[in-house]
């Protein structure tokens, strides 16, 4: 018999087990050196009196199968908001049950119910298995973006230099 999966919102009560997941997502992916967030980090800032995230979790029986981190974003050129999807992550003994779908679509829904017209997420360069995963469900590759990204020190000093230096 096919055990019922249940989504529920994120707590903060969930924050271990969120980090853990992220951690498993990082080692997953090979990059488990880049994360250097810790627990407190996603209780301050996730769970705090103006988050900057949520969390959307995938439970079977009660055990935690996966979680969908987002938060909204909003299109200049098509007026409307949306939802960016960083972290979707399901368990190895919960996989093929269609939970990140599950996740994503319900993600979706959320969006659409605040007005939300498009669901957006970034997907590591060597991860074969969630690109083919995304195309399945429609969500395919921009060929017209790229992401580019400043971190630590190189951040720091771009943004505490003057706004009119050269």
């Known amino acids: 018999m096919s055990k019922a999966i249940t989504l529920r919102p994120g707590t903060i009560d969930d924050v271990d087990t969120i980090y853990a997941a992220l951690l498993k997502l ?64 399901v368990e190895d003994p919960f996989r093929g049950r269609r939970i990140g779908e599950k996740l994503l679509r319900r993600v979706a829904k959320e969006c659409r119910a605040a007005g939300g017209v498009y669901l957006r997420l970034s997907v590591d360069t060597d991860n074969e298995t969630a690109k083919a995963f995304y195309e399945r469900l429609g969500i395919g590759w921009s060929s017209y973006e790229q992401t580019q990204k400043i971190v630590g020190d190189a951040f720091f000093a771009f943004a505490d230099a003057p706004e009119d230096s050269a």
């Open 26 to 89: 990082g080692t997953h992916i090979g990059a488990h050196q880049e994360i250097t967030s810790t627990a407190d980090d996603l209780r301050r800032y996730g769970f705090g009196e103006k988050p900057a995230f949520s969390t959307l979790i995938a439970e079977v029986d009660s055990e935690f199968a996966g979680l969908c981190l987002h938060f909204p974003i909003f299109s200049t050129w098509m007026g409307r908001p949306g939802v960016y999807v960083q972290d979707l992550y």
